[in-house]
């Protein structure tokens, strides 16, 4: 179980450090089916080992002056509500109907990965924006930043209440493309966000589900270092090559998840 749980940390946490994101989307189907946990178990674990990870993972690129805080405080506050929704809906589903959505919701993240990769679609931004240090939102009208916050918001955090995940890779599209952040930035500020949605969705599962600290700890402790070779290789591989390989990843995870969910593998 412990050779299962290091394996389980250090992919959570490579993927936090290098893409800001993605790694607790891939913790609750590694908690039901390699260490046999229940669903709603799983979730509430995940929360615990994915906001602490973020949030030592924020310390390091805030450090490099790569976290918004205004940007993502606003994000945390707004999926909040959103969080205690999803975490009550969660509730009312069956395992097998919430894994089935969390097959899809896998396989949508991984397309939509491809997609963003083979476009290109970070490198759009012009040079004068990267190098101005106000995000996009200030040139467009503040109705129209508002409301890309709200949705953003308010998906994100129902996203992490209903299936435990924090949510970055929603985030990181949501900063780079919508607001005008650089790679770098939007992932500085994608932890802080997962961090105060992890936070809160935990919050309205405490008392509901235990914690098996046996599994959380070394989980979260191999996630924290994998968190700090995910920022050295985020430093030294190209994005495209990280999205690429993270989406192969959601797919075999997604197909894999789908089968069981169905009735397709044992």
């Known amino acids: 179980m412990i050779v299962i749980a290091s394996v389980i940390g250090a992919c959570i946490g490579v993927c936090l450090g290098a893409l800001g994101g993605g790694g607790s989307i891939i913790t609750v189907p590694a908690l039901v089916y390699l260490l046999q946990q229940p669903l709603s178990t799983a979730i509430t674990q995940s929360l615990v080992i994915v906001g602490i990870s973020a949030v030592v993972a924020v310390a390091g690129h805030a450090r490099a002056g790569h976290v918004r805080w205004r940007a993502g405080i606003a994000l945390g506050a707004v999926g909040a509500l959103a969080a205690w929704g999803g975490t009550a809906f969660g509730?009312?589903?069956p395992a097998s109907t919430a894994l089935a959505s969390f097959a899809v919701l896998m396989l949508v993240v991984a397309l939509s990965l491809l997609y963003r990769s083979r476009s290109r679609l970070t490198r759009s931004i012009s040079p004068a924006t990267q190098s101005n240090d106000l995000p996009r939102s200030e040139r467009t009208t503040q109705i129209r930043s508002a409301v890309e916050v709200i949705l953003a918001g308010l998906l994100i955090g129902g996203l992490t209440g209903f299936f435990g995940v924090g949510g970055g890779f929603v985030i990181v599209p949501v900063l780079v493309i919508l607001l005008g952040y650089p790679m770098p930035v939007a992932v500085g500020t994608s932890l802080l966000v997962v961090s105060l949605n992890s936070a809160t969705a935990l919050l309205a599962r405490i008392g509901h589900q235990p914690i098996e600290w046996s599994v959380v700890i070394p989980v979260t402790v191999v996630a924290i270092l994998g968190s700090?070779?995910?920022?050295?290789?985020?430093?030294?591989?190209?994005?495209?090559?990280?999205?690429?390989?993270?989406?192969?990843?959601?797919?075999?995870v997604a197909g894999y998840v789908g089968a069981r969910s169905f009735g397709l593998l044992p």
């Open 228 to 252: 700090v070779v995910g920022k050295v290789i985020s430093q030294r591989t190209s994005e495209s090559v990280l999205t690429r390989s993270f989406a192969a990843m959601l797919l075999v």
């Open 91 to 93: 509730r009312l589903i």
